[in-house]
């Protein structure tokens, strides 16, 4: 109604992020293209080398080889294909992992965190060294709420020790840091176009050379036979566009963590009893899980909101139901801390100014919700 | 050459004239403009509940299923948004017999399902995948003109079977199916009847109550919408259960989780809403120029043989072999008109389409035989100059495969 006046800042940048331009130009380009990519005529083959383009942009963001790139409809299926196409019947994740690999495979074993969110590598290898079954380890990269990130690399080679497949979804961590396949030494990969600056509705299954999967999508045989369905041409392009754009402006994310830093920093100047999540660990350059003791998330985001700050209670796919974070019981926080903790998310467009207005409404809800001295008494 | 196809030709580095519709349609430019706010300041994620980024993305994908729904007589409700048709045919055949195995109704095993020959890869290859499992599937030839026997239908079916799969209508050869007939056996046998309608949406009325259709497949890219999106209809009343293929956030009701692409979801709405305001006066356009092209292909070549029923017809299809030639030979020919040998996803592949041979055609005929779709953006000068260079390129074919035999 009033948004021509109302201020707005966008610090949910872990949900979805707008698309960045380069990745605009080349999905309107495209979606002015007819023509399908399997098709022969002059119009398939150029779809076909749009397709091919945007494979070599994708595997250059991980480093890897175009012809493992399978291009899905997003991390979620990308996630699907690699835990349910394996064959291996027997499945270890972390307890923090993203709900599309949780939902994947229901049954799948456990791997517990430590209270930093760092998966306990003594419970895992005891797991791998107990059960000589064949295994598919998948750990992510950096965590969607928490933005704390994995030693990957360890995680991998003890898999990999025990002879176990090891899937990483990235799809949180890649374009914010530094992703290379061959450096985490993971097997299978899932990315997705719309965290980096891509279209929602494509991602990719990086698969290295020489491992088969069974394909969750029958028919035409696209994708080298391993995803079928007419390419998401539009969606592919972007991804690609998107893909280098990230790549090239990964130093963007220095800036952002000095942002992140501040606003840590002041809000726990303003609130001594205010907690980050995570903070002693390596984390992601934009995301901050900040607990508010005693005020629930849902009143945070509501009064944010009304301020005209979007952040969130925590990760934006369960449609509705507002329960506690599995990510930080699994942290072994307590029901009250989960319920009071706020996921603030920034971007490489985030300005000081944008930090400074949610600083202010923050402290204007904090000032609101913890009248002065309560906050004192409960301390 | 009349004038128009004259000048047609004349823009000899205009791109090729788009006679391959049935494997995709170009972006209708309404649906572009409808979708491009949500690709920049209309971003949010759909399912931000915190926010009001998150509460206009979602809003806009309501009205979009809203769409989607009326164009097939449907309940939004019972619209799931998915990547595309082929993972629609997916869930429905899998999902159907994944939830039927896991949820024997009364002890009474459903394991047994029915489809025809000349259906769509993913159609066929979900129903082999689910014989894997153990799933018994039956493939039923179709009739020479490509309908489907009802009577071999009823025959087929046994107090087992689950689920029987028709396409609406042929990607390859244009045929429409009697759907409120199949709808009808199915419905009074207890069985589900799923039918892909990625072909026929929005371009032939399609009404899942009349037709008593439980499961529908529809895509994005074949109705003037954008690719990497489609939708499967779940009937709700008497409701039908699947297992999804894809778990995760939950989204569409826990059918598909994923986060939903908002620009995307939003062009299929527009598509379907165009599909929906304009289906009568296209169809009608449409198959008044391919009866046009076909009489003009015809007259110029009196040997050309018709693949399929010309009655039961998608009216932007044309399917037809010409003897002698080979069709890859012609696509070379030809190249300023793009058409295929079949369905676009094997044309990679030079192999004769499988559904012809099941049609009972020769290996030679099926390999003379020429797809060519028409749309809404072709026009009546495209026609004259296709019809004219497609019959000079046979020609030229022929003289050369006459000197070459003569030689």
Known sequence: ?379 | MSATAAAVAQRSNAPPIYLDNQSSTPLDPRVLEAMLPYFTEQFGNPHSESHVYGHNAMAAIETARGEVARLIGADPREIVFTSGATESNNLALKGAAHFARAHPIGGKVRDRLITLLTEHKCVLESATALEREGFAVTYLPAEPNGQISLDRLAAAMTDRTLLVSVMAAHNEIGVIQPLAEIGALCRSRGVLFHTDAAQAAGKIPLDVEAMRIDLMSISGHKIYGPKGIGALYVRRRPRVRLQPLIDGGGQERGLRSGTLPTPLCVGLGRAAELARLEMAQESERVGRLRDCLYANLRRRMPDLQLNGDLEHRLPGNLNFSVPGITVEALIEACPRVAMSTGSACTSASVEPSYVLRALGLSDDRANASIRLGLGRFTTAAEVDFAAEAIAAAVSRLRQAGATFAAG
Request: charged fraction near 20%.
């Open chain 1, 1 to 379: 109604m009033n948004s021509m006046i109302r201020r707005e800042t966008y610090l949910d940048w872990n949900a979805t992020v707008p698309v960045r331009p380069e990745a605009a130009a080349a999905i309107a380009a495209a979606l002015r293209d007819c023509g399908n990519a399997s098709s022969v005529h002059r119009w398939g083959r150029t779809a076909r080398q749009r397709i091919e383009g945007a494979r070599e942009a994708v595997a250059a963001l991980v480093g890897a080889d175009p012809d493992g790139v399978v291009f899905v409809s997003g991390g979620t299926e990308a996630n699907h294909l690699a835990l349910l196409g394996s064959g291996r019947k027997r499945v270890l994740v972390s307890a923090v992992e993203h709900s599309s690999v949780l939902q994947a495979v229901p049954d799948a074993e456990r791997i517990t965190v430590d209270r930093g969110g760092i998966v306990d590598f003594a419970q895992f290898e005891a797991k791998l060294a107990t059960d000589p079954r064949p295994t598919l380890v998948s750990v992510m990269l950096a965590n969607n709420e928490t933005g704390v990130i994995q030693p990957i690399a360890e995680v991998a080679a003890i898999a990999h020790r025990y002879g176990a497949l090891f899937h990483c979804d990235a799809v949180q961590a890649a374009g914010k840091i530094p992703a290379d396949v061959g450096a985490i030494g993971a097997d299978l990969v899932s990315l997705s176009a719309h965290k980096l600056g891509g279209p929602p509705g494509i991602g990719a299954l990086i698969i290295r050379s020489g491992l088969d999967l069974t394909p969750i999508l029958r028919g035409g045989g696209q994708e080298g036979g391993r995803r079928a369905g007419s390419e998401n041409l539009p969606g592919v392009a972007g991804f690609g566009a998107a893909a280098t754009a990230a790549v090239t402006n990964l130093v963007d994310y220095e800036r952002v963590t000095r942002l992140r830093d501040d606003l840590e920093a002041a809000v726990l100047a303003t609130a001594p009893e205010a907690v980050i999540i995570g903070s002693g660990a390596p984390r992601l350059p934009n995301t901050s899980a900040i607990v508010l003791p005693g005020v629930s998330a849902e009143t945070q985001v509501i009064a944010l909101d009304l301020d005209g700050v979007m952040v969130s209670a925590g990760a934006a796919c369960s449609s509705g139901k507002v329960g506690p974070s599995h990510v930080l019981q699994a942290m072994g926080a307590p029901p009250e801390i989960a319920g009071s903790t706020i996921r603030v998310s920034l971007g490489w467009n985030t300005t000081e100014a944008e930090i400074a207005h949610f600083l202010q409404a923050w402290t204007a809800m904090y000032r609101r919700v913890k009248p002065r001295g309560s906050a004192a008494r409960a301390a």
